[in-house]
């Protein structure tokens, strides 16, 4: 999706298949987002609240003393849709200066 200097990638195996973006739903995490603005490449991460939660415990769990992982978005569902309405959001309310750029 490309809209004012803003280009939204969802990779090829994503958009091509019903029951992949399925998968991901159900899975609550996709990471293969890519958002382009102002020439700078960003990679989003999205996870819905229970996978978010399972993930943090799991983390802590295993001895790590915190969890962190960069340009995080937590949705209520991880559709197409709520990641997209999600960027835009992000970028309307000035959202994109505290990601952080891929490096070239």
Same mark, same amino acid.
């Not at 997209?84 to 070239?104: F, H």
């Given at each position: ?10 990779p090829?195996?994503?958009n091509?298949?019903? &029951?992949?973006?399925? +998968?991901?739903?159900s899975?609550?995490?996709? $990471? ?8 700078? /490449?960003?990679r989003?991460?999205?996870?819905d ?5 399972q993930?943090?415990?799991l ?5 790590n003393p &915190?969890?962190?992982? +960069?340009?995080?978005?937590?949705l209520?569902? $991880?559709?197409k ?6 960027? /835009?959001?992000l970028v ?9 750029a891929d490096?070239?």
């Amino acid at each position: 999706m490309e809209r004012d200097n803003l280009l939204i990638s969802f990779p090829d195996y994503y958009n091509n298949d019903e &029951y992949v973006q399925f +998968e991901i739903e159900s899975k609550g995490y996709f $990471v293969d987002v890519y958002v382009k603005a102002d020439s700078k /490449l960003y990679r989003i991460s999205f996870y819905d609240a229970v996978r978010l939660s399972q993930d943090i415990t799991l983390h802590l769990e295993e001895g790590n003393p &915190y969890f962190f992982e +960069e340009n995080l978005l937590i949705l209520t569902k $991880v559709t197409k849709e709520k990641m997209t309405q999600a960027i /835009l959001a992000l970028v309307e309310n000035g959202g994109l200066n505290v990601l952080k750029a891929d490096e070239d």
